[in-house]
């Protein structure tokens, strides 16, 4: 049976009889220590990422049904997707195969998540040189469903293609955008709403490439003293809301910088790309995982705080539920106040 088949149980019990046959063996050698860091490279290099890939895939279905009805700070009932990359840094001279920059070498991982839970809908992991906007193209766009992405995936003939598979998409246009107003609607500028417009593009590529109209909003944060552009395809939805949704692509930040700096995911074992490739997937696997413990346990630790509290208490044959009632985490683990305000998932 192939292993993008098995259900989430099963695919769990494979995972520790392995576990525990390694576990075996290393007792019988005598081992007592650390395991050596040639040893984790050469399990990375012989094992085929996709097998970490399709567990991932299994993780990511099971952590949507659990997180379907979560709120996400705004009145919207269809599903809502942050789009996004991030590049990880490699060696020039041991990563090779990472073609990124003539002197600079990296790898690229495009996010799709989905907002509700903060949970990675899809990942797709590319050579650093991959530009930001092929990623749309491994998009299947959800009639009803909402993307909010940057201005780097920019592209007016892809944006219109969501716009004919009846999704919605919530974008920032570029500083020398070419449009022309139709009409303005009335907004409330006390709410941070500056102008709520349609209007058409006049580029002369945009204007072929899409055709139809589009909605304007422009928003004040006043948190971040910040002034933002929005294009949408959505004219039902308030201003205020469209506003709020960019807002919430901020997730998919926290959740790359979770991965880099928790997971520890800067330091490779292994030099190919199947081994980064492997300790990628293993490093969202986790996140994925105890993002279901979470919710299964109806815990209220953040992310962190449950990454840290499993690390001291891995090898204790207890209940789960029983170690996170007993844990006293403000004793054992000391805070930095910086970062869990940042992680405060």
């Given at each position: ?155 007016f003939a892809r944006l219109y293609e969501f716009n004919q598979a009846k999704a919605f998409f919530v974008i920032p246009p570029r500083s020398n955008q070419q449009f022309r107003r139709l009409y303005s609607h009335t907004v409330d500028k006390t709410t941070g709403l500056r102008c709520d417009q349609t209007i058409v ?108 509290i499993l690390s001291l208490t891995l090898f204790e044959k207890r209940p789960l539920i029983e170690v996170f009632s007993d844990f006293d985490y403000k004793n054992r683990i000391g805070y930095n106040d910086n970062q869990l305000k940042l992680f405060d998932l």
């Open positions: 049976m192939a292993f993008a088949q098995l259900t989430f149980r099963e695919s769990l019990r494979d995972i520790v009889t392995c576990l525990n046959a390694m576990k075996g063996k290393l007792y019988h050698a005598g081992i007592r220590g650390n395991v050596a860091r040639s040893t984790l490279a050469d399990a990375n290099e012989k094992r085929d990422w996709r097998i970490f890939a399709d567990f991932a895939s299994i993780l990511i279905a099971h952590a949507k049904d659990l997180y379907v009805n979560d709120d996400i700070g705004i009145e919207l009932d269809s599903t809502a997707y942050a789009l996004d990359s991030t590049l990880i840094d490699l060696c020039l001279t041991m990563f090779p195969w990472a073609k990124y920059q003539r002197r600079k070498k990296a790898v690229k991982i495009h996010t799709l998540m989905n907002l509700r839970g903060a949970i990675p809908e899809y990942v797709y992991i590319s050579n650093g040189k991959m530009h930001d906007v092929l990623a749309v193209d491994l998009i299947t766009p959800q009639p009803g469903a909402y993307y909010v992405m940057d201005k780097g995936y920019i592209d593009l006049t580029g002369h590529d945009t204007q072929h490439s899409y055709p139809d109209r589009l909605r304007r909003i422009r928003y004040y944060d006043a948190e971040q003293d910040k002034r933002l552009v929005f294009f949408t395809n959505d004219f039902i939805l308030p201003a205020l809301t469209i506003a709020d949704l960019y807002k919430a692509r901020w997730k998919i930040e926290i959740f790359f910088r979770w991965i880099k700096q928790h997971l520890r995911i800067k330091a490779f074992y292994g030099i190919s790309e199947n081994a980064v490739k492997t300790q990628i997937w293993i490093a969202i696997c986790v996140y994925v995982l105890i993002a279901i413990l979470k919710k299964q346990l109806n815990l209220e630790h953040s992310l962190y705080e449950i990454l840290q």
